[in-house]
Structure formats: C-alpha cells, structure tokens
C-alpha cells in the first residue's frame, strides 16, 4: 500500500496490480473486488498462488494466471517513458473513476485496476470542479462537417482549459485531438491496445504528439494488440474519465454511441452535436437525441455551459423571447396605431381609431409613446405619420 | 343559434359574429366572455347599441362599435366563395379551439369569434385523433435545405392523409404548402389579411391553388391589409390548428418560434428539424431545443410517430444499441475468442485461452459457437482459424 500521497507507491503494489491487470481481462469485477477485500499485494499472491478464490475469481483468471509478466510489463512502459497510474497514486483520477462504484447493478461496470499512461499530463483531477474534461467522440468514417466541429470545438475547450478525451481512432476522435493540440490544450487518448503501439497505423505521429502534449493510457499492457471487445470495454473509460460527452457526429451504428450511453449510466451529462436530417453520419446523434436523456449544443460555449459552472462567461441566449421589431417593447396599443400609421400620408386620430381597433381615447397616448420611440412625427394639420 | 348540425347556421348568427370579428381586433377576451355568456346575437345587439357592457368590452370595441359592415363583409366572402365558419357551425374545428380554453391564466388566449374561410377542405374535425395536422412553420429566409425539408415533408404528411397548416409566408411556409399541394394532400393557410388578399405578392398563385384545393382561412375581413400585429395574432392560430408544430428552420429571431411556444402552451407537440450548427438559420431550432420542451426529428415518420398513433406503420428506431458486427449475439467468450483467431494462421486452444484471457476449458465451447456463426474454421493438426 502508499506510504501517504507525498511518496511514490511501493513497488509491490506496482507489481502486483501490473500482474493483476494481465491476468484478468478487463473489466474483472470478480479479480477487483478481491483486490477491494484484500488490497492488489495479497490479491495477486493468492491468484498467482493458485489458491481456490471462487468460481468468478477462477473464470477471469484461469487463462493466465500462471503468466507474471508483471516486471518485464513495468520495465517495457518505464523503457518508453511510461509509467503505471494506479489507486494508491495521489496521481489517480478518484473523482472520474467513483462513477462506476455508483452502479451497483452493473457487474461489468468496475473501474480498471491500473492504467499504464504515457505522456506528461495528470488526469488526477479529471471530472472535477476543478479539472473539467469532455470525451469527443464520434463516427471513423466522419464528414467535413463533423470534422470541422470536432476540431474547431475542441480548440475551445482548451481555450477554456477543459481536457478533451477521447480515443485516437479515424475521423472524430482525430480531429478532436488535433484541435486541442493545435491550442495548446491538454488531450488524452485512451487506447485498446498498448501505449506503445500506433493504432490506427496512420496516427502514429498524432499518438506521438498527444505522449508529449498530453497522456495516453491504456488497461492493456505494453506490446498488446487492440481487439474487438478491447474497444467496447474501452469506451466505458473514455465516458469515465470525462466530466461530460460530446456525440458529434455519428452514423446509424457507432460505438461512439456506446460511450455516449456509458457516459448516461455513469450520470453524466451527454451532449449531441445536431446536424442536417440528410446526413446519414446524423442519423445516430438524431437518434441519441430521441432517446431522451440528452442534450443539444449549438456551440462549444453550449458544451462548457452545460458541463457545469466555470470561470469564463456563460454561453449567451441565441434567442429573445421573439422577433425583434422597432415597436418591441411598446404597449399593444402602440404596435397596433403603429400598424395603422402610414409614411408620408398624414392620418388623424379618429382614423388611428377605426384602422388600429384601438379606442379612440387612448389613440393620442399610443402616439406618444411612438413620439418617445421616435416612430411617429405630426403631419399637416391634425394628422400624423411614420417617422420612416 | 344554429338548428342543429345537419342545418344551415342561421344568418343573424353569421351577421353577429362578422360585426363581432371586426369591431374588436382579435384576440378579443372581453367580447369573446360576452359571446359566451350572452350569444352572439344578443351581444352584437348590445355592442352595437352603446349599451355600457363594462370597460373591458368598452376598449376593445369603443373604436369601432358603430361601424356595422358585417352584411357587405359577407357578402364580399361569398362572392369570392368564401364564407364564414362559427362555432355554431358543425364544421367549426372545436377540438382544435379548445386548448384555448385550457389556458385560463392567459387572458389573450381566447378562440376566435369565427374564421373566414375560402376553398373545399374542412377543418371540423383537426387536432382530433380522426383528423390529424401539422403546423409547418419557419423563416422567411430559408436555407435550400430547410426548403427542401419543409416541401420533402409535407407530400409526406400528405401522403400519410395529414393536413399541413401554416402561414403562406415566403421561406418554409410556401415550401410546405407547395409539397403538400404537390402530393395532393389537404394543406390549410392561415393569413393575417383577409382571404381576398395575395400576401405576400408573389404568393398570389399559390393563395389560388389552395384555396382551389386546400382552404385559406383569416380572422380578418374580405379587404384588411397585414399589420404587424396581426402576424403574431395570427400565429397561435397556427399552432392551435395543429396536432402538433414543426420548425423546419429558423434563424436568431424568428415569429415561427413564437408559433412554436404558442403550441406547447396549447399542450401540442413542438418538433423540431435539427440542422448543422454552422448555419445560421438553425440557431433558433436548436435553441427552442435546449429550452427542453421540444422534440428533435429526423425524418417525416418521427413527426407522424410524434403526433401520435395513426394508421401508418411507426417510424423506425434508426439506431440499434450498438454497433452490428459479425460476432453480435455471441457469448462474450466467444467475441473474445474470435479475436483471438487470426486468419490464414492456426491457433491451438491453449494459444487461444491465454491471447483472449478465456480460461482453457471454456474455449472449445466458443469455438463451437464461432464454427456455427460459420467464424472459424479448423485448421492443420489441433489448430483454429478464422474462416475469413
């Protein structure tokens, strides 16, 4: 266990938990509550042991229990700048990950055991007051639109020194890293694979960009290769580690709509880019939004109003209460003589009258209050007309 | 009053009510209690007369109580073809008026006396579950795109034996009557002139074409020219002869929101075509959105799904709960197992066990579930892959 959040954690909890990590696929909700009971030092010495832990213990760590790779796996991260976060660090993000111990009806919802991460930022305040974050997540196969959002959007949040999460693949997830990079933001990348590998092959040099801007991090060891249900089960971190998620363009099937949903069963707000009802890479923030339990934003200042209150200025009201006309906030009775005035032809009070509906008696304080408002001068004799 | 349904509504009644429409410029609450209270014959009498009905009455008709024109304004609608619906008549759309009468804080919020009326549609039985409508309202200065939706759209709702209400304007209001007309459908357009009247100007042709197939309706005489006011009055209009209200597209101001409002304090659905955030003429939608009481759709059978049941099959959910891939509905086992095949490559069972973290003796049973999904494949002495 910590000697206290001053000194470094003990190597034997690196190394059991780095054990722990391997030998159970994540999520192991059986293997995590173990480590609950009996801390990661005890809990790994009684599964590398092979002692008898119970049939859900045993089904998560049968396969590979016998395989300490726990050493090499530490030496491989720390040889590539890496390093294990894990529970006992004053390092680790508490806030971000108390969201899983809050679905009790969830097997499968367990905060990892550890990460390996990368890279010289700190998601220890992470989905804090003080340490806001937002997953931007979305579609591979994007469009210029939702590209363009990402991107623009995620510059914003680091303007606004919100961490933008998310998960390095094609398309949204991309564009969101390279929006915050290019302001000189704070992004992390959570992979389904190693911190050391380059998945998508083609963003190897983002992932290299974001190890030294940012973090990366990853439940899966050095060396690891990313597989199907590796991103499933990713995509329930990426929601964690965010105080919100931003769906900004997704198709009619998405895993980016996976997170958005974790992030709804995590209780955390889920915001939803809109976009035109002819795009099929829409069609599923559409749907998200159908469901009910999100919300839509118009802007980045939307995203930053609705993950919570903040030290720069709250997104403005893009709308009035209704149209803006040179009679707003005139009596009814002055709109409506100012309806019945005409330009350049001069029209009596009585006229004023007949035309507006309005009682001949209160015509002459109607005109003065279109006097006040500059919207009426008097005309000939005992008429009077538009002022424009 | 009239002699019953199946009777003509008697003529003193339509001659009430044309002098009640026109001496208090609508909404008229206090005249409109009176009518209630006393019928409209006695209260045309009365209000003709002088008679001191109060000073509520008294400002709303002391403009123009001794203006009587209510035999030419007949007159003038019925040489036109027009004539004039009452409550008292059974084409009256009670229905639809009733959620007025559901707001009594709101003093202004008071059915019309009667509509004049002009064209072969009937509005008797809209807002009903027998005869459902949609407002299709917006700007002015659409976008191609939100054109596009609105016409798209309403031959749709025509299609599906929906009426399309709105206000004839340019933009989207002609967008949708223009698609329900196309499709032959019964489109509805609520003006704030008299029937008579081609406003805007260059609607003349479309003014003609639903009033040869559809129906114009106003609360205003044969001759009244558009005042500002009166688009507003206009407006909940709209929304009360609706099932429901789609906003197509609108940009920071717009009256189509107030028609949107007007609607959800009628009680009616409020739908909303979501658009790209980058354009200008969405802000307004999406802003209605995040006020929370409306609905994001995405296609015409979100909104027919929206108004409520009908006889037309239910929109389709377009978004599964996850993304679709060749191993969903296997055992989590199993999805792990197939990634743990390689293609081309054989694996033995203990291989497979360590690389998926299944313990060894639950992999043939996923190998058995992969080989029936048609996944895998044996291949050489004792080993496995993919089949593709």
């Known amino acids: 266990m910590s000697g ?3 000194r470094p954690v003990d190597e034997d909890v690196l190394l059991a938990r780095a054990y722990l990590l391997r030998v159970a696929e994540p999520p192991a909700p059986a293997v995590s509550h173990l480590v609950e009971l009996l801390g990661p030092v005890e809990a790994a010495e009684r599964i590398r042991s092979g002692a008898d832990l119970g049939p859900h213990v ?3 760590v049968g396969a590979r229990r016998q395989v300490d790779r726990s050493a090499v796996d530490l030496a491989a991260a720390r040889a590539l700048g890496g390093r294990l976060l894990v529970p006992e660090d004053p390092a680790w993000p508490t806030t971000a990950m108390a969201g899983f111990a809050a679905r009790p ?4 919802w367990v905060a990892p055991l550890a990460l390996w991460a990368r890279g010289p930022a700190s998601v220890a305040d992470l989905a ?7 997953a931007v997540v979305g579609s591979r196969a994007a469009t210029a639109y939702g590209l363009w959002v990402a991107r623009d959007w995620s510059a914003s949040f680091a303007d606004a020194e919100v961490t933008v999460v998310s998960g390095a693949a094609l398309g949204i997830d991309g564009a969101a890293h390279r929006g915050c990079l290019a302001a000189n933001g704070t992004t992390v990348a959570v992979l389904a694979c190693g911190i050391d590998r380059a998945y998508p092959p083609s963003h190897g040099r983002l992932l290299e960009a974001i190890a030294e801007q940012g973090l990366v991090v990853s439940e899966y060891p050095v060396g690891a290769v990313p597989a199907r249900h590796r991103f499933l089960v990713r995509n329930r971190l990426i929601a964690a580690l965010a105080t919100g998620t931003l769906l900004v363009e997704t198709g009619r099937r998405s895993g980016a709509a996976r997170t958005a949903l974790a992030a709804q069963e995590l209780g955390r707000p889920v915001l939803v880019v809109p976009g035109p009802v002819t795009s099929a890479l829409s069609v599923g923030n559409h749907a998200v939004l159908r469901k ?3 919300t839509v934003v118009g802007s980045a200042a939307d995203v930053l109003e609705d993950l919570g209150p903040i ?10 209460d209704g149209p803006r006309a040179l009679t707003d906030g005139l009596s009814g009775s002055a709109v409506r003589v100012h309806g019945a005035l005409r330009s350049y032809v001069p029209t009596t009070v009585p006229e004023l009258a007949r ?7 209160a015509v002459p304080r109607a005109l003065d209050e279109l006097r006040d408002a500059g919207l009426v001068v008097p005309d000939g004799e005992r008429g009077w007309s ?3």
């Open 4 to 6: 206290g959040p001053a």
């Open 292 to 294: 009910g339990y999100a």
């Open 386 to 388: 538009r002022s424009v």
């Open 105 to 108: 009806g969830h097997a499968e």
């Open 128 to 134: 804090t007051p003080g340490g806001r974050s937002v």
């Open 58 to 60: 045993g089904a998560e």
């Open 355 to 361: 035309a507006s509906g309005v009682v001949p008696g």
């Open 311 to 320: 030290t720069g200025d709250p997104a403005p009201d893009p709308v009035d």
